[in-house]
């Protein structure tokens, strides 16, 4: 029992617990306030939480080198609490169920956002993370929230530009101020990444000013 315990708190570790529940909880609100209810808001909630847990479980598989080399033993990955195949096998599961359930919420041109953002965020992870280009996944993730939820309203409706560009600037924002906290060790192994270019300071000051 001690043991299927610490598999299931290493889970949720690996998924970034707080931004997965934060991601969700804020998109299910907006939906709700714009008007989703029923099943379709149910399969909505399920479909923002499993990408995000797909994204966050990749996110550590793809960097367990890394987090190995740093000394992250926080890490479940690092501290062999959960093995990389399984952790892989999860996230795939995640992606499988998000890629459904966002059609089944959203209809088609709904559906086609929510996977567009959830494959930005993969992209992320598996080829920009440590790229100059690392902020625009979360710029491509975050312009998409708004269209999944209008297009996905009965009747559909086109999101409003300024709610996008708020999207914009919140993800790109969120993606300075995670990567500052590892900057020392990136920087000491020649990793990349934007905040990397730009140093703490910059980044920092980019982040507040978005």
């Known amino acids: 029992m001690r043991r299927q315990l610490a598999v299931a708190r290493g889970f949720a570790v690996a998924c970034h617990l707080i931004p997965t529940i934060s991601v969700t ?3 299910s609100l907006l939906a709700f306030r714009a008007g989703w209810s029923g099943p379709a808001f149910s399969l909505l909630v399920i479909a923002v939480l499993t990408g995000q847990l797909s994204v966050g479980w990749s996110n550590d598989a793809v960097d367990a080198p890394i987090d190995r ?3 992250r033993i926080a890490k479940p990955l690092v501290a062999g609490v959960i093995s990389l195949r399984s952790l ?3 996230a795939f599961t995640a992606l499988a169920i998000t890629a459904v359930t966002s059609f089944l919420a959203a209809g088609l041109v709904g559906g086609v956002f929510q996977v567009i953002a959830v494959a930005s965020a993969w992209l992320y992870n598996l080829r920009l993370s440590r790229t100059t280009w690392s902020w625009l996944p979360y710029a491509v993730s975050f312009a998409c929230v708004t269209p999944f939820i209008t297009f996905g309203l009965n009747p559909s409706q086109p999101p ?3 709610a996008i560009a708020v999207f ?3 993800g790109v924002a969120a993606h300075l101020a995670n990567a500052l906290p590892d900057l020392s060790s990136d920087q000491a192994r020649g990793l ?3 905040v990397a270019r730009l140093g703490s300071v910059r980044a920092l000051h980019l982040a507040l000013i978005l």
Do not use: R
């Open 88 to 90: 892989w096998a999860a």
């Open 69 to 71: 080399a740093a000394g």
């Open 25 to 27: 909880a804020i998109v």
């Open 168 to 170: 914009v600037c919140t």
């Open 160 to 162: 409003a530009l300024w």
């Open 192 to 194: 990349g990444g934007l």
